[in-house]
Structure formats: structure tokens, C-alpha cells
């Protein structure tokens, strides 16, 4: 069974452009949760999707967005980019539903914006 | 809301000693789960403890012990017989049963020497 795996590992955008980060999410899983985590900070949660559909957002602006697709992947699009989105954004999927607790995580893009 | 609170500055643990790395909550929901996770250098989330809210007995995961004070809202990580393997920044995190999304505490640094 794979994990879950995140590209790329490393990025590193101009202030103002736009990025995509990808997710591939655990055989068997139909959820993704994305999270950033600032330098020395833990993960903050952005939002979470859920067969293909948002289910619940953190406390972060619309130019943070997401996208699930019908395999279960998943992408988090960042437009208009600032130096502090500077962090390491992870994924983790689940097997799925509300309360099951199988969160698997990925290795995480590391994003530099200068 | 939920907060997850961990203060204790970066600790360094003889090997084969035990380490307790302190967890304290604050949430308003009746139901949560608590867990516990280890972050190598390489940035991967790894999950080691999980502990219902209504679980009468302490999570145990073969050296990870959780122990769980529900009156005190607190959830300290117990790691038994340290190995250098062991060294990372550790993670506490909290989520309402029927709600996926995790809050996180901001981590402790262990270091484990020979």
C-alpha cells in the first residue's frame, strides 16, 4: 500500500505568482486535508476535501484553493503569492467520512516565495 | 475553537532513558480525539498515539504511553527506553469527533544522545 505523496518537495515562486502544489492520497483513502506549517510553528489546517468536494475550511483567503479529483488526488493552488505563505504545506489523507481518524500524512512541499 | 498548548523548551534525553513531553487542551466539545505525532527532518507528519476523550484507559502504542488527565485537559507523551531514532520535534494535535480537521500545539525539540 503507498503513502501518501506530495510534489514537488521544493518550490520556489516570486511574490505575486501563482502556485500549485499535488497530493496524492493513501490507496483507499477518500479524503485530503491540507495544512501549512509556518518555521517553527505546527500545521494550521486550510481546508479539507471530501469525495471531491470542500468539507470545511480554516482561517485562510480565497486565493488559497483546492481541488479534489475523482481518484482522490488532490491540489492546492495559491494565487497572488506573499513572502508569508512562505512555509511547508503538507497533505494527509484518510480513509474518509467524519470520525474516523486514520490521518496519513505526506513528506510535504517545501514553498520559498521571495 | 480548540488550542493545544505546548511549552516546554527543546529537551535533551539520555538514550534509553524516558522522555514526557507535556500536552494541555482547551476545547468546548463534549467528544475529541487527542493525538500524538513525530516530525523527523524530513518534514513527514508520523502518527504514534491516539486517545479518545471517552476512552477509560490510556493509550498505550509499544514504547508511546499516553497519559490522559481529562479533568486537568491534558495529554502527555510518554516515550519509553529512548533510541537515537527517537530525535525530532513532537507534536501534539486535537480534533472533535465528527470533524476531521486537527489542531495542532507548536511542538517539542528532543534530542536524544548516546
Known amino acids: 500500500e503507498t503513502g501518501v505523496t506530495q510534489s514537488p518537495t521544493h518550490l520556489i515562486k516570486t511574490r505575486g505568482q501563482q502556485v500549485t502544489l499535488r497530493c496524492s492520497s493513501q490507496?483507499?483513502?477518500?479524503?485530503v486535508s491540507w495544512y501549512q506549517q509556518a518555521l517553527g510553528q505546527g500545521p494550521q489546517f486550510i481546508f479539507q476535501y471530501y469525495r471531491e468536494e470542500e468539507n470545511g475550511r480554516g482561517n485562510f483567503p480565497p486565493r488559497f484553493s483546492g481541488l479534489q479529483f475523482p481518484n482522490y488526488s488532490s491540489e492546492l493552488n495559491v494565487n497572488a503569492l506573499e513572502l508569508d505563505d512562505s512555509a511547508l504545506y503538507l497533505c494527509?489523507?484518510?480513509?474518509?467520512?467524519?470520525?474516523?481518524?486514520?490521518?496519513?500524512f505526506g513528506s510535504g512541499t517545501r514553498l520559498t516565495v521571495v | 475553537a480548540q488550542k493545544i498548548t505546548q511549552t516546554q523548551p527543546g529537551m535533551f534525553v539520555q538514550e534509553k532513558e524516558a522522555v514526557t513531553l507535556d500536552c494541555t487542551y482547551d476545547?468546548?466539545?463534549?467528544?475529541?480525539?487527542l493525538f500524538w505525532y513525530k516530525q523527523p527532518s524530513s518534514g513527514e507528519m508520523i502518527f504514534l498515539i491516539y486517545q479518545g476523550s471517552y476512552d477509560q484507559q490510556n493509550a498505550t502504542e509499544g514504547r508511546y504511553s499516553l497519559n490522559f488527565q481529562k479533568a486537568r485537559k491534558s495529554a502527555n507523551l510518554v516515550i519509553s527506553a529512548s533510541q537515537l531514532g527517537d530525535s525530532a520535534m513532537y507534536f501534539c494535535a486535537m480534533s472533535p469527533y465528527g470533524n476531521n480537521r486537527l489542531a495542532f500545539g507548536k511542538g517539542n525539540q528532543v534530542v536524544v544522545i548516546p
Open positions: 490507496s483507499g483513502h477518500n479524503t
Open positions: 476545547t468546548s466539545d463534549p467528544s475529541y480525539g
Open positions: 494527509a489523507s484518510s480513509p474518509g467520512g467524519t470520525g474516523d481518524y486514520g490521518y496519513t
